[in-house]
């Protein structure tokens, strides 16, 4: 499926499916993170392989096309895809995704070998 992937160009991927792909993917992530601490096993989504976006700040009923159109919406968007104008449910899921980023970071340190490095990073 690729999900973990922007999609090529020139594939005509409509829009709102994408942006769904993206939030799904999000979620996938923060979730392998949450397990993979919980569980203290290594966590099997890697950053490293995955080109994602972060999911955009909209409502569900703007992806769907039932609010303004996509020229006005990509509007009120900054260049990393916050809207300083109100609260969305997409927010909670953006925010997830670049804690669980942190959390795979802290993951690296706790899981990885004992040297001067991790070391100093535990300190």
């Known amino acids: 499926m690729e999900i973990h992937r922007e999609p090529k160009e020139g594939l005509c991927t ?3 499916l994408n942006e769904i792909r993206t939030r799904l ?18 966590p099997r989504v890697l950053r490293q392989y995955c080109n994602r976006r972060l999911p955009l700040n909209t409502s569900d009923e703007e992806v769907f096309g039932s609010g303004p159109t ?6 009120d968007l900054d260049p990393e895809g916050w809207s300083p104008q109100e609260f969305h449910p997409s927010d909670r899921i953006r925010a ?13 340190v706790q899981m990885g070998p004992i040297d001067g490095r ?5 300190r």
């Open 70 to 75: 996509l020229e006005n919406m990509m509007y």
């Open 14 to 16: 409509p829009w709102f």
């Open 96 to 108: 997830r995704y670049i804690f669980a980023t942190f959390r795979e970071d802290i993951l690296g």
């Open 25 to 42: 993917f999000a979620c996938v992530y923060d979730i392998d993170k949450v397990l993979s601490n919980i569980l203290g096993k290594s």
């Open 118 to 122: 991790n070391e100093g990073l535990i």
